[in-house]
Structures are given as structure tokens and as C-alpha cells.
């Protein structure tokens, strides 16, 4: 088992251990006989850092526990260290710093919910920007997420001891552990946060609560196994409340308000574009109803129809079928062959009911001749064709078609 040197103090960063082995597969990894490196477990995130032999300074990238007990240590290239050589280990020490914070934040955190509201963790997260917790419960309130902030914050402020002790499995039980271990060693360690919460825990913490810094609650949202909680805390608070504020300022700007005023302009802006909407949709329909008109009043009947035969370029999809109604309402006899170029090549193809074509299977033929996909009803039928499709020359020869069927 490899001699555990952060279980007694979290803030080594500095250590001189022996090699116990070395290997080069599948990943370069040393395993020393003492460390300070903390392996990735009970939530918290492996260290990084650096051990060094004479001259040759190998990078840690990760750290992990072995099924036996020790601790193996990654590194990016191994150097020929034979066991037995002495190695100087270097912590990352503002990595391992955050992630005291981080973890501290989160005994101080579960107390807190606990403590107020009865609410207990199920699981706790770090990953390399926030931290979540998992509480068992149906529901969660903003004002019990903001009252568990308080307190935490509060237990901070007073910067509460933290020490560490061992107990064996039997006197723990009658301490009212927040937090029951499932290991079944004889001999637990302990986190104490001085009146506020006890649990067994393995990880790196702060020695006094005051060290944690502050603690942020972030999003919260309903998990199969419960509320999850994102929080940050220490400088990591710190940095996500910059970057939260630099948003936010740059929103503001957009809307020439202050910060606070951006949920009201937001607001009213939207109202705006819903009103608008709804204004051009109505503009577009009276257009349209007045196009159609015109349209009709300029096309002469041939074989008791007014065949329209139109390429936009200027309306889109949604305004040519819009028009290719209209056209078909407004007279009992129209039959229009429309497309548009904007923003991709489209047909609609609209008859008046009562007619005797049949758009769809027209549109169907069309397709299969250009490529293209689309169909419809009897009267109404669209299809979008190729970029490359002749727009033009489709039309006309429909047109030919359509003219000489009488029936
Ligand atoms: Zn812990």
C-alpha cells in the first residue's frame, strides 16, 4: 500500500519518496512508496504536477488508485527509473488548492441542506469548471437553494476549524455521521467542520472553513435521482461571477440599459418582434390579395380558364403558395403555375377547386424529371428543384400543356 501523505496534511505540495515500480505499458506510470498526489476518488479530481529525479523532470498528467491499494501515477514520458531511486514529487499546488476549495465547499454545502431543510446528498461531482451535488428529494424551492447558499456562507465567514481524525467503525456509528461510509474498514477518517458537520471522507479539505472562500449556487435542475445543485466556490466563484457579469454587460450594451434592465428589455423586445410579425404577416396577406387581383384582371381566359404563369424572384416560398391561394379564391377558374428563386428554386402549382387538373401528380411528374422533391393535393401541390433546374423552360412547356387541354 502506498503511504498516503495528503490523509495528514493537505497543504504538501513537496515530497521525496522512493520508486517502487516503473512500467511503460499500456500508459507510462510510476508507483512510489509514498505520495502526495491525490487519485481521482470520492468525487474529487486527481492532482497533476511534477516528479523529478537529478536532471529529468517527468509531468504528471494523472493519478489513480490501484485495486491493491496504491497509487499510480501517469506521466508523460518515462525516463529508466529503476525501483529504488529517490524522486522529488511537486504538486500543483493551485489545481490542488481549487479542488480543496471545491470539496470543502461541498461538506459545508450538504450540512447546510441538511441542517435547514433535510435534505441530503446523494452524490457529489467535480468537473474542471463546476461542481454539482445530488439531493434526494421531489422537489426544490429557490428560496431553500438561496437560504442553504446563506448559511454555507455564513459557516465560511465564522472560518470554522476543519481537522481531521480517525475513529474506528464502532465509535463512529454513535457520532451522527452526516455521510455513512460504505467501506468496510475498521478505521475511519473523519472531517470535522467544528459544530456544523461531521462526515468520513478520504479527499483533501481546507483547515479552516475561512479557506473555502465563498460558495456560489448555480443552476439547479430536476435529476432521476433527485435535485442536482451546481455550485462554484473560491476563486472559481469568483471567475465564473466575472464572466457571468462581462455577459451580462455586453447584453446591456446591446439594449443601451443597465444590467439590471436587461429581463424587462428583453422582454419588450420580444413583445415587439411578436407584434411585428404578426403585422407583416397581415400586410403580406392584404398584398397578396391585391397581387392576385391585378393578376387576374391582366390574364385573359383561353379555354374558360385564366392559366398564371409567374417566376419571383423576390418572395419566398410561404408568400408564392401565399398568393397561389389567393389566386385560386378569388376566381372559380384560375389555374397558376408560380415559382421563386429566393432563397432556393420552388414551384407551386394551384388550381381553383373544381378544376380538372391535378397538381399533385403534375408536381410528382415534374420532380421526376428534374430531380427535385415535392407533391401535394388535386388543387394545390410544391416542390423545390435544383439550383441548376430551368426554371423558365419548365413553365413554358407546362403552360403549352395546360393550354391545350380543354378538358
Ligand atoms: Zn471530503
Keep these: 500500500m502506498t503511504d498516503r501523505l495528503y ?12 520508486v517502487e515500480s516503473a512500467s511503460e505499458t499500456p500508459r507510462p506510470a510510476l508507483i512510489l512508496d509514498r505520495t502526495a498526489f491525490y487519485p481521482t476518488s470520492g468525487g474529487q479530481l486527481h492532482d497533476t504536477g511534477w516528479i523529478t529525479s537529478g536532471s529529468d523532470k517527468l509531468r504528471v498528467t494523472e493519478v489513480a488508485d490501484t485495486e491493491d491499494g496504491k497509487v499510480v501515477h501517469y506521466v508523460e514520458a518515462l525516463k529508466p527509473l529503476a525501483p529504488g531511486i529517490r524522486v522529488h514529487g511537486e504538486i500543483d499546488s493551485t489545481r490542488r488548492r481549487d479542488h480543496m476549495q471545491q470539496h470543502s465547499a461541498q461538506h459545508v454545502l450538504s450540512a447546510a441542506f441538511v441542517r435547514l431543510h433535510n435534505l441530503h446528498t446523494v452524490s457529489f461531482h467535480m468537473a474542471d469548471d463546476y461542481c454539482s ?4 428529494t421531489s422537489a426544490l424551492t429557490k428560496e431553500q437553494i438561496e437560504s442553504a447558499e446563506r448559511l454555507a456562507n455564513e459557516v465560511i465567514l465564522e472560518n470554522r476549524p476543519v481537522d481531521v481524525r480517525y475513529v474506528d467503525r464502532e465509535e463512529a456509528t454513535t457520532l451522527g455521521l452526516r455521510k455513512v461510509p460504505t467501506t468496510e474498514r475498521d478505521q ?4 470535522d467542520v467544528r459544530d456544523f458537520d461531521l462526515s468520513a471522507c478520504g479527499g483533501t479539505h481546507v483547515s479552516r472553513t475561512g479557506q473555502i472562500g465563498c460558495i456560489l449556487l448555480r443552476k439547479a435542475e430536476k435529476v432521476r435521482q433527485g435535485w442536482r445543485v451546481e455550485f462554484v466556490a473560491g476563486l472559481r466563484a469568483v471567475s465564473t461571477a466575472r464572466r457571468d457579469f462581462t ?3 455586453e447584453t446591456a450594451a446591446l439594449f443601451s440599459a443597465h444590467i439590471y434592465d436587461v429581463p424587462q428589455q428583453a422582454r419588450k423586445s420580444l413583445d415587439e418582434i411578436r407584434s411585428l410579425r404578426k403585422q407583416r404577416e397581415e400586410v403580406q396577406d392584404d398584398l397578396a390579395q391585391a397581387q392576385a387581383a391585378t393578376l387576374l384582371a391582366e390574364t385573359p381566359e383561353t379555354n374558360g380558364r385564366k392559366l398564371i404563369v409567374r417566376t419571383f424572384s423576390d418572395r419566398d416560398l410561404n408568400a408564392t403558395k401565399l398568393l397561389a391561394q389567393k389566386l385560386t379564391r378569388l376566381s372559380p377558374n384560375a389555374v397558376a403555375l408560380l415559382a421563386t428563386t429566393s432563397p432556393q428554386q420552388s414551384l407551386i402549382f394551384a388550381q381553383s377547386p373544381g378544376q380538372p387538373f391535378d397538381m399533385g ?11 427535385g422533391r415535392g407533391g401535394g393535393s388535386k388543387d394545390l401541390a410544391q416542390g423545390g428543384v435544383p439550383a441548376s433546374a430551368p426554371l423558365g423552360e419548365i413553365l413554358e412547356d407546362l403552360k403549352q400543356m395546360l393550354s391545350k387541354d380543354k378538358e
Design 361 to 371: 401528380a403534375l408536381m410528382k411528374e415534374v420532380m421526376a424529371k428534374l430531380g
Design 188 to 191: 475511519l477518517r473523519l472531517i
Design 7 to 18: 490523509y495528514h496534511d493537505s497543504f504538501l505540495y513537496n515530497f521525496d519518496a522512493a
Design 133 to 136: 451535488i445530488d439531493l434526494d
Design 247 to 249: 455577459t451580462l454587460t
